[in-house]
């Protein structure tokens, strides 16, 4: 049966094929990488880069252990508090407001008495809604699903809709993708069959993210699609911060600070009251950020 | 004995007086007034300003009632649900980072009973921490305090250290201020003892940010200082969204979210790990951003 160890070092194996990856997308940043020890044990490896289409990334691997805090043991109903955590974590802010705002994290959960579960999901935050780009999207994640069990589209697409939520603006954080936690299987063979799962969703990060890069990456734009940019990025900045489970959990339980918050936008804007004409392109994406919308 | 209607008109002319002072400090800017009105009851003021020197301004009235979800009622150990809320809230982002952020609010929150309280405070956040201006900001804030009650500077002084504190950066928003919170009285004397302490911070206001932008509202600045203040501004975001009480409060029970999050900045700037000189102009701001600091 697959174990932790293996698990980590395919993850570490999967920070550096991505971050390989997106330095070749870029073409001109380079990842800049800050070790660092959990106090309570683990650690891990934050890569950031800031290049010529990539305006601000974080690609971030950890592998923590120890013992959880008894509020959080009680929360995730767990009789013992020793615990091992690893997972990579990817936000990416794109230059060229064409571009969308990727997502992607895989994680594994292990605690003592062979309690255990997989989590992760790849959502997508586009400045511009483009019905084509959101369906080769969505056919990508179905396609990944797929591959491993056709049950699953339908229940993570869903998720992911109900978890990229903003519940104060009464909107999406964008048009959404998959989510899963918490999949766990009591015997040998669905544990192998969830982690083949999780390491396709890993796997199909580059592939998604490179169609956007090819196809908008050098797309021309506007200083007022640019300010689009901007405020859309501060609707990212206020999920991250007031309804995110895991950024509000890193935060609260004392996570490196840095890391947990790589996912912010190099440049946000709040405009008071901001009006938008509901015909333009902008209007046309606010439109569109909304749960159930079948892309694929 | 004071009433809340009273006080309700109190509050509506504070909040005249404090736009038409701004106005004419600001040289530009006009308010832009919202009127909202909310589900339950009640309703407010929303006005917003972007001028000559208020980059990005916010001076809120409102006055709710209505009947508490449960769950509040529980929290604030209410017998009764019906409640009634009063108040005035500014934040003000300007344009010059020698101009620190200002916030100031009161308010009175009353439920059938006869239980009630005021609460409320003045705290700063300079872009840049200059030793004479906040001896200024806290000795106008300690004579306030103490034409009202001698025990009243250090208390709520304290307070403000301990409110405003952004606990994942073990730093404090600013360099505090006054808050207080809860000031109730068994007695009509000292009811209106209290009402006169918050009268005397709402009137307090004008004088302090004046002085403020007579003497920096000119001064000339980098671009670098501006990329500081953008830098600067993120943490505020992140105060506000992650640990303000008030704000969380409002996002969750479904408050009018422009209003809300008026306290935004217009633009604000996330670098990952950012290094700072420790004996720069920026450095030496950061260093003071600690509790504890006596400033008279």
Redesign the interface.
């Known amino acids: 049966m697959i174990n932790k160890e293996e698990i980590k070092s395919w993850f570490m194996s999967l920070q550096d094929e991505i971050c390989a990856s997106l330095e070749a997308l870029d073409g001109e940043g380079i990842f800049r990488e ?1 070790l660092w020890q959990r106090h309570g044990g683990g650690g891990g490896r934050s890569r ?1 880069i ?1 290049g010529r289409k990539i305006e ?1 990334g ?1 690609v971030n691997f950890s592998a923590v252990e120890g013992t959880l805090p008894d509020k959080i043991k009680a929360k995730l109903e767990l009789e013992n508090a020793d615990f091992f955590a690893t997972g990579v974590s990817i936000v990416l802010h794109p230059h060229n407001p064409h571009v969308p705002i990727i997502h992607m994290n895989v994680r594994y959960f292990e605690a003592d008495g062979g309690k255990y579960w997989f989590g992760g999901g790849i959502d997508l935050t586009p400045h511009y809604i483009v019905e084509e780009e959101a369906q080769f999207f969505h056919q990508s994640l179905k396609d990944v699903c797929d591959a491993s069990d056709k049950s699953y589209y339908p229940k993570f697409k869903k998720w992911a809709d109900d978890y990229f939520y903003i ?3 009464n909107e999406t954080r964008g048009i959404g993708g998959i989510f899963f936690d918490r999949l766990n299987s009591s015997t040998s063979e669905g544990k192998q069959a969830y982690w083949e799962f999780v390491q396709r969703v890993g796997e199909a990060f580059i592939p998604i993210y490179s169609h956007f890069i090819e196809i908008n990456g050098d797309k021309e734009y506007t200083q007022q699609q640019k300010e689009w940019q ?1 405020h859309r990025r ?1 609707r990212y ?2 999920f991250n ?2 309804w995110d489970a895991g950024t ?1 959990f890193g ?1 609260e339980t ?1 996570g490196r ?2 890391s ?3 996912s ?10 901001k009006i938008v004409d509901s015909k333009s392109e902008e209007g046309q994406t606010l439109h569109q950020l909304k749960k159930g919308i079948d892309w694929v």
């Open positions: 800050d950031a800031s601000k974080g519940k104060h603006r901007f501060s900045v206020e911060l007031v509000k935060l004392g600070t840095e947990i918050l790589m912010m936008p190099p440049l946000a804007k709040w405009e008071y009251n």
